[in-house]
Nanobody, 125 residues
Framework: QVQLVESGGGLVQTGGSLRLSCGAS????????MGWFRQAPGKEREFVGS????????DYGDSVKGRFTISRDNAKNTVYLQMNSLKPEDTAVYYC??????????????????WGQGTQVTVSS
């Protein structure tokens, strides 16, 4: 059974940093792009960023570009999201997911499957 588990969320002050992890079990996803999304209460799920199968390419949503960094360790079947200079508007549940296909770095949530359960990030002002 495929399982993605996010961790590392929590409460942080404005300007602080957090590092989220997403560990996969049940199968390896080393050949697929992986992405991070977030969803705040009352809002649609938002694309945060994605990373190619080998980490050589990344893509970020405009709201996090320059502040967030995605990386992956295929040997550990884990993807990371380093979040710096956090703002209150970054408060959301953060999810990782596996892309359905090889190659391009998708931005739409329906281009992903195998979602984690999410981890809460709260940024206080």
């Amino acid at each position: 059974q495929v399982q993605l588990v996010e961790s590392g969320g929590g409460l942080v002050q404005t300007g602080g940093s957090l590092r989220l992890s997403c560990g996969a079990s049940g199968r390896t996803f080393s050949g697929y792009p992986m992405g991070w999304f977030r969803q705040a209460p009352g809002k649609e799920r938002e694309f945060v960023g994605s990373i190619s199968w080998n980490g050589g390419s990344t893509d970020y949503g405009d709201s996090v570009k320059g502040r967030f960094t995605i990386s992956r360790d295929n040997a550990k079947n884990t993807v990371y999201l380093q979040m710096n200079s956090l703002k209150p508007e970054d408060t959301a549940v953060y999810y990782c997911a596996v892309a359905r296909t090889y190659g391009v770095l998708p931005r739409r949530s329906n281009e992903y499957h195998y979602w984690g359960q999410g981890t809460q990030v709260t940024v206080s002002s």
